[in-house]
């Protein structure tokens, strides 16, 4: 009679885990860095070398926006559908009675 009881028991009860919310979207600190800043002209440059120098200072900065500009986007994204998620399972987990022991 003690094993039956054993056995009922066991078998009945099974556990539901919380399901905890998902981390926030966190770059490197280096990904947030600003763009860098447009080249020195030494002594004795000329208007050519100026002119070098500004076209390649316009394209770094075009490329460090458009590469900023996406992070942001991309880090705004990723923290609504975390977000999103993170309240679904405030409601899927009281209805679930997560983290407690049933019986069927």
């Given at each position: ?8 028991v ?86 679930t ?8």
């Amino acid at each position: 009679m003690l094993i039956c009881a054993a056995v009922l028991v066991s078998g009945c009860t099974h556990y539901v885990p919380v399901v905890t919310p998902a981390l926030r979207c966190e770059p490197a600190a280096n990904l947030l860095q600003g763009c860098e800043r447009p080249g020195l002209m030494p002594d004795g440059s000329t208007y050519g070398d100026l002119l070098r120098q500004s076209q390649t200072d316009r394209q770094n900065l075009q490329r460090c926006a458009l590469q900023h500009a996406d992070l942001v986007q991309a880090l705004a994204v990723c923290n609504e559908e975390i977000e999103r998620h993170n309240q679904a399972l405030t409601q899927i987990n009281p209805k679930t009675g997560s983290g407690k022991s049933s019986s069927p």
